[in-house]
């Protein structure tokens, strides 16, 4: 397996992990892996009636920094392009409040690691 498809596999099971932790609080997927030419969503959930965005990060080490700090101003900027595309392109969701969280996961993905929830990280 090349570095390249480990790094995806540990992606996509951290946000497997995250998944599962959001299901077990009371939020509902409505999509995952939603993608546009803006950029793509990881998580789209509900909250009660709040539409929310997950950015799930995911880093083995923190040698450049934590998966937090990892959702820069740019990171930010891109993730509200997309939710913007997504809310127009699914009217059904349109006129419902919406959040932005970050799921960050930090350490070994066959080790239960620490999953850190931030609801609300940024505004839009």
């Known amino acids: 397996m090349t570095p390249g498809n ?3 596999t540990a992606g996509q099971e951290a946000e497997a992990y995250a998944l599962r932790h959001l299901q077990q609080q009371g939020l509902q997927l409505i999509t995952q892996n939603w993608s546009c030419k803006r950029g ?3 998580l789209v959930m509900l909250d009660g009636d709040t539409v929310v965005f997950v950015e799930v990060r995911y880093r083995r080490h923190a040698g450049w920094g934590g998966a937090l ?3 820069d101003f740019r990171k930010q900027e ?3 392009l997309a939710a913007q595309w997504f809310l127009q392109s699914e009217s059904k969701w349109s006129d ?3 959040r932005f969280d970050v799921v960050a996961i930090n350490g070994d993905p066959g080790a239960a ?3 850190n929830w931030l609801q609300h990280a940024f505004e839009s």
């Open 40 to 42: 793509e969503l990881d």
């Open 6 to 8: 480990t790094r995806k």
């Open 96 to 98: 419902s409040p919406c």
């Open 69 to 71: 700090e990892s959702v």
């Open 78 to 80: 891109k993730l509200i």
């Open 113 to 115: 690691p620490a999953l």
